[in-house]
C-alpha cells in the first residue's frame, strides 16, 4: 500500500491549498465538469431516482419519508425533497401543476409545523401526520439541529430562484424561526438536544458542514461569522494531498471529526464554489477558492486510492440494513485513513461502500476517467419500481440495498447540474422578507442582522 500520512497542529500553512491542490487545478484545465442536455440513458436514471418521491410521498402532508416505507423526516429530508421537486420540474419528470401541487403542501407545513420549543424545526417530524417526534417514531420534542436549519435555508433560497411567485410563502415559514437560539453573539452555530426533560443547547459542526450551512443563514442576512471560517484545523497527508480536518478537540466538543464528501459536493453542485451571493463567475472558476480546493483534495485522494491501490473509492455518511444503521465512511477520522466509524466513535470498515450519490455527483463534478469508473460501477445499482441503492460495499461488492431520499435526491441533483451548471442563480429583486426587515413596526425580530441596527 502507498501511503504517506502526517499531521500538522492548528494554524499551520495549508499547503494543499497554496500548492498541491492548486497544481491540481492547473492539471485539470480549470476543472470543467459535465455539462449538456441529458442523454435518454440519463433521463431513465432520473426517472428511477424521482420513482422513490413517487413511491414515499404521504398524501396527508405531501411529506416525503426519508427512509424507504418509513414516516419519518427532518429539515434535511425536507431539504432534498425541495431539490428533487426543482430537479424534477426542470428535466420534465413532472408537470407544473404537480409541481404547484407538491411545493405548496410543503410551505403549508413549514409555515404550520410546531417548533421544538418555539424556537427551531424539530429534529424529527412524522411524515403521516406533520406532528414532532423522536427517532422512534413516537411524538415528542426532541430539540433542533442548526446544521440541519441551514441546509433547508438553502433548499428554500432555491425555491425563491426557480419559482419568484412563492417568496412571499417561504419568507413567512422562515421568520417564524428564533435565530437567536440557533446562532450565538459568537458567530457559532448552535443546536439543542433534550436530556432528562431539559433542553440543552450545544455548539456544532464540524469543517465543511459549518461552511456549507453557514451559506443558508446567509441567504437571510444572518451571518454566523466563526462558523465560516475553517479555522481551526489540522492536515492530514495521504499520498502527498493535505486533506484538512476540523481542528477542535473531539473530547472537548463532543463531536466525531471525520473528513467525507457530502458537504464540498453540495457546495459545487448548489454554488459552484463560489461565495453565496457571487453572480460573476462561470462554472469554471470559483470565487471560494479555499472550499474550491479542498474539494479538489477530497476528490483527488479518493482518485488517488484507486490509482495507487485499485480500490474503488467514493465516500459519504450512509444508512446500512444492520447494526449500526448509519456510518459515516470517512476519507479520514481519529487519526486514520479510510475509516468507516458509527456516531459512537466505533469502527466497522467491513460497511464501508462506494456510494451511489458519490459517485454520480463526483462523475458531474470532475470529468475524468475515474469518475467515468465509479458510474459504470454504480449504474446497475437500482430498482425500477423503488429507485437507487445507498451504494456496493468495498470489501465484497455486494450491493447496499437500502433506498434512501437522500441517495435519490443526490442523483436527481447531479442531473440537474449537468444540464445547466450550478443551481444557485441569484437575484437582486425586493422580497417579502426585505420590507419586513425595513419595517419600523413589524420587523421580525429573532435575531435577524437588521434587528441590531
Known sequence: MVLALSVSG??????????????INQSQF????????LTELEVAWAQTAWKYIENNTQVSTGLVNNLDKYPTTNMEGVADYIISLLAARELELITSKEYDERLTLVLRFLNTMDLSYGRAPNRVYSTETGKKVNYANQEQDIGYSSLEVGRVLVA???????????SEY????????NFCHLVGEDGELYSATVHDGQLQRHKDGRLGIEEYASYGYLEWQIIPFKAMSIEPYDVATIYDVDILFDGRDPREFESLRPVYSTPYLRMGLEYNWDYHDDVSSTDASHSYQTMSAIADSIYRVQELRWEN??????????VTTEYPHFVYDAIYALGTPWFTVAPDATSYDELALVSTRVAFQMWVLWETDYTDRLVTLVKELYDEQRGWYEGRYELTSAYERSITLKTNAGVLEA???????????????KEYKDVRFDSRF???GNCFVETFR
Request: glycine fraction near 8%; hydrophobic fraction near 35%; include cysteine.
Open 156 to 166: 428554500l433560497a432555491l425555491v425563491k430562484q426557480y419559482s419568484p411567485e412563492f
Open 309 to 318: 491501490e485499485r480500490i474503488y473509492t467514493a465516500r459519504a455518511e450512509h
Open 442 to 444: 413589524d420587523h421580525p
Open 10 to 23: 492548528c494554524g499551520v500553512i495549508y499547503r494543499g491549498v497554496s500548492e498541491g491542490v492548486t497544481a
Open 30 to 37: 480549470l476543472r470543467q465538469g459535465r455539462y449538456g442536455q
Open 415 to 429: 442531473l440537474l447540474y449537468k444540464k445547466q451548471g450550478k443551481l444557485s442563480k441569484q437575484r437582486d429583486v
Open 170 to 177: 417561504v419568507d413567512k415559514a422562515v421568520l417564524r424561526w
